[in-house]
């Protein structure tokens, strides 16, 4: 995120400072409410949402062309084969316009069933190497998850785009996915 000045002109069209904070790469539209004047919202307003959901998984980390030992060396005790547990927390941002009557960028209620749908009973109280076709051949990484679950809700929306899938596994540790480049 960066923080970025720019100069405006106020209600009165005195010139004034605005403080706005960036995503990297945004190249959309920057609009403006500026203090004491009301914020002016039309169709080409584009704006952030986020989702956030909770589930629980399993997994382990294993890579069939090495020995035990190098396994042992590279994951340590991820690599127990019995897999361990995670309570991870999902994130998906999607970018929209501002809808002019419903002041939504996308219904709630079906991004929500969306994320329930393509990622949670795929994964939620699951195994991901044992159980989640993605994983079957690709280590389940915080890394590989965000991607997987990128590609499980991208073909899912409408209207809306996907901006980006952050997935937590703890509390210090995430990964964010914004898509091919
Ligand atoms: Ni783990």
New binding site residues.
Partial sequence: MALWRFLCRDSRGYPEYIAKTLQPGYCGPIVFAAAGASAQYDSRTMILLTRRADFAAS???WVDAWTPEENERAFGK?SNRHG?G?NYTLEVTVAGEVDATSGFVIDLKTLKDIIEREVLQAYDHRHLNLEVPEFENVLPTTENVAIAIWNRIAPALKGAKLHRVRVY?MADLFADYYGEA
Wanted: proline content about 0%.
């Fill in positions: 997994h382990y980390y991820c361990h995670h596994e």
